[in-house]
């Protein structure tokens, strides 16, 4: 059974700071990802990775960086957060071969910066 | 650029009534496309695909290149189908583009 956790469900930091979010999978995927879902927006990509160390952007990589040092975990960070990062975040997994294009999700962190 | 459109927001059902979500994607290429699910509390999870022409609890979605939609379709709506729906598109390159969810309640 694919697992896919997220440090934290619920974060809540001021304006500013730096903040770090979690992901680890543990069906060793090529793939990871993180999304940002909004009410009416649905789920938009910010980052992609497809290896360690390799990364590509997303749809809204503005005010984001990611980091992946090992093939299970992918960081996505905030630099300095702003009230308009509220959001829930979701990281997934994927494989990168036999065409299969299904993408493991986590549960979600749910952030709010005031 | 790919992009996904859901044009309904909120559908509500009665118990047994036929339901329709209704998906229309922008794409010059083929696509794959997907049905993703979030029931309350549980985490995003994938429906089902076209590729696989399948039927996933009663849900099948027929794509029509034509009309470049991929609606997804149950004949007998349960309560246990009430959650929240997204339709979604690969190029075929591992990437998904979502469309902006469909909320389905499903009343008695």
């Known amino acids: 059974d694919v697992k896919v956790t997220q440090s934290s469900r619920y974060l809540v930091k001021r304006t500013g700071e730096k903040v770090f979010l979690e992901c680890v999978q543990d069906?060793?995927?090529?793939?990871m990802f993180w999304y940002r879902q909004d009410p009416g927006l649905g789920l938009r990509l910010i980052y992609f990775?497809?290896?360690?160390?390799?990364?590509e952007k997303g749809d809204i990589p503005e005010g984001y960086s990611v980091s992946r040092e090992k093939k299970e975990r992918f960081s996505l960070i905030l630099e300095s957060a702003s009230t308009n990062q509220t959001s829930m975040y979701l990281c997934a997994s994927s494989l990168a071969y036999g065409g299969s294009y299904e993408q493991y999700f986590g549960p979600g962190t749910r952030l709010t910066v005031t | 650029a790919q992009r996904v459109t859901q044009p309904e927001k909120l559908l509500s059902v009665f118990k047994g009534a036929p339901v329709e979500l209704k998906c229309n994607y922008s794409?010059?290429?083929?696509?794959?496309l997907f049905w993703y699910v979030q029931y309350s509390r549980q985490r995003l999870q994938l429906l089902l695909r076209h590729i696989s022409r399948e039927s996933i609890k009663g849900f099948t979605a027929d794509l029509n290149k034509g009309e470049t939609s991929f609606h997804l379709k149950k004949p007998f709506a349960q309560e246990e189908d009430s959650a929240m729906y997204y339709c979604a598109l690969s190029p075929n390159d591992y990437k998904l583009s979502f469309g902006a969810g469909t909320t389905v309640t499903v009343r008695a």
């Open positions: 069906m060793d995927h090529e793939n």
């Open positions: 794409y010059s290429g083929s696509p794959e």
């Open positions: 990775s497809y290896d360690v160390k390799m990364k």
